[in-house]
């Protein structure tokens, strides 16, 4: 204890070899002063006047000397009952200073007894079952998460931009078929270029079928063309006729004369060589008598004659080709005749075709020009809106960018408000974890203090501490009210 009483009942601090009274039992007590312990009474005698009182320890005494004398060890006696308070203010109120464990039950007593009170607890002998965690840390890491993942969120682009660049893909895409049409009018207006520039061999090309350019021709139509192709038909028919008509001929010279006087003019030839409607200019000589004087020499009365006799062995056919000669060549200079006709008709449509053909392409070398023309024109149109449409896609990314910067200044800014207001409301308050926790304290209906030397914790609820400087608990304890 800090206080005695002397022979007057006059309260009295320890003096070395001092001998004084206990406040509460009158027993004797001495003072025990030293460089290390705090100067304090002890009684003479062991015994515990006072059941609510435990060993005192040098925690105890370090905490009365914090407050004015007078406040230190008060006797407090309600309804014939006796206590001594560790702590009593000029404001009544008790100041329990608990080093070790109690009941619930004395808690529940001691907080009856002395009503306004608080209790402040030793708690460096259970600091190492206690985990603690700052309330403002905890709020500002939930704040700053969400502050970083507004920084690190990439905002999706604006409508206006989305829809600028839709606008842009679309004159892209139109410039790429633009330029794409203008390509194929160019190749168009190049295979025309060189199609008139060697007009006379290409025509011929043309004509003939052996060049065919379905970029410059697909439209073309030329009537003549059929005609030409009749004419090349029929020429090739009668030019067929021909060769076999002198075929003919040169056949009819190849057969073996007769040397029969009066035969003369006679070939030999094989009877399925002639048609049997051709009796009349045959006749058979006999073979033995072939090379005689007098060789047996036999005409052909009528055709059933001939399907009979001809192919006799014992005779060789004879005919006279003279008329057929004749006929024949009368039959060449025939078809040869309509065949030059022929190539003079060619010759004429040959013409008409290139005259038609080189005005075709004329005509359509100059639409393609003028195609090509309204292409370069509206290919400049297009480039000029794609242009524009760039520059205004840079002016809304800068808007967007400068919307972004607002943003980001106003949301900076109000985050910084926000960690202001969580440093003044959650200032000094600590989440914490109370392994082992002391069940009894549960049932107290007063403040509990805890002190960790460095610092003393209210407690606020099951899992809330308030933080205060041992001055700052001292100046609570002296303006309670």
């Not at 965690?133 to 993942?149: E, I, P």
Request: charged fraction near 35%; hydrophobic fraction near 30%; charge should be positive.
């Amino acid at each position: 204890m800090l206080k005695a009483i002397d022979e007057n009942n006059k309260r009295i601090s320890p003096e070395k070899g001092r001998i004084g009274f206990c406040q509460l039992c009158k027993k004797k007590v001495r003072a025990y002063c030293g460089e290390i312990i705090i100067d304090h009474w002890r009684h003479i005698k062991i015994q515990n006047c006072d059941s609510w009182s435990e060993g005192e320890t040098e925690w105890h005494r370090e905490w009365k000397k914090e407050f004015p004398d007078d406040w230190q060890e008060v006797i407090i006696e309600k309804d014939s009952e006796i206590h001594i308070a560790d702590i009593l203010t000029s404001s009544n109120l008790v100041l329990e200073l608990q080093n070790s464990s109690i009941s619930s039950t004395t808690i529940k007593i001691r907080e009856k007894f002395y009503g306004k009170m608080i209790w402040l607890i030793n708690a460096n002998k259970f600091k190492d079952n206690f985990s603690i965690s700052s309330v403002v840390k905890t709020q500002l890491r939930h704040l700053d998460d969400n502050y970083r993942d507004f920084l690190n969120y990439e905002p999706s682009e604006s409508y206006e931009l989305t829809t600028a660049k839709e606008e842009l893909e679309d004159f892209e895409n139109k410039l790429y078929n633009i330029d794409y049409k203008i390509s194929n009018l160019k190749n168009k207006l190049n295979d025309l270029d060189e199609f008139l520039g060697d007009f006379k061999e290409t025509s011929e090309k043309f004509i003939s079928s052996n060049y065919y350019n379905s970029r410059i021709m697909y439209d073309l139509e030329i009537l003549e063309q059929k005609e030409l192709k009749e004419i090349n038909n029929i020429r090739a028919q009668l030019k067929d006729e021909l060769e076999a008509k002198k075929k003919l001929l040169r056949i009819i010279d190849s057969l073996e004369s007769c040397k029969i006087d009066n035969y003369l003019n006679y070939k030999f030839i094989e009877p399925n060589q002639i048609s049997s409607s051709s009796f009349e200019k045959c006749a058979l000589i006999e073979k033995e008598t072939e090379t005689s004087l007098f060789p047996t020499i036999i005409k052909f009365k009528s055709k059933i004659e001939f399907e009979r006799t001809a192919k006799n062995q014992k005779y060789r056919l004879i005919v006279n080709p003279i008329s057929k000669i004749e006929k024949t060549n009368e039959e060449i200079a025939d078809l040869e005749n309509k065949i030059e006709k022929l190539k003079e008709k060619k010759a004429e449509t040959k013409k008409k075709i290139k005259k038609q053909l080189k005005s075709f392409l004329k005509k359509k070398r100059k639409k393609i020009k003028h195609k090509l023309k309204l292409k370069e024109t509206k290919k400049a149109k297009i480039k000029t809106a794609l242009s524009l449409k760039e520059e205004d896609i840079e002016s809304i990314k800068n808007i967007d960018s400068q919307n972004r910067a607002r943003e980001y200044n106003s949301i900076t800014e109000s985050h910084e408000k926000e960690r202001f207001k969580v440093m003044k409301r959650y200032k000094g308050l600590y989440n914490y974890y109370w392994k082992y926790k002391r069940k009894s304290w549960d049932y107290s209906e007063k403040k509990i203090y805890l002190d960790f030397e460095n610092a003393i914790f209210e407690i606020l609820s099951n899992n809330t501490l308030r933080k205060h400087s041992k001055s700052d608990f001292i100046k609570i304890v002296k303006n309670w009210c």
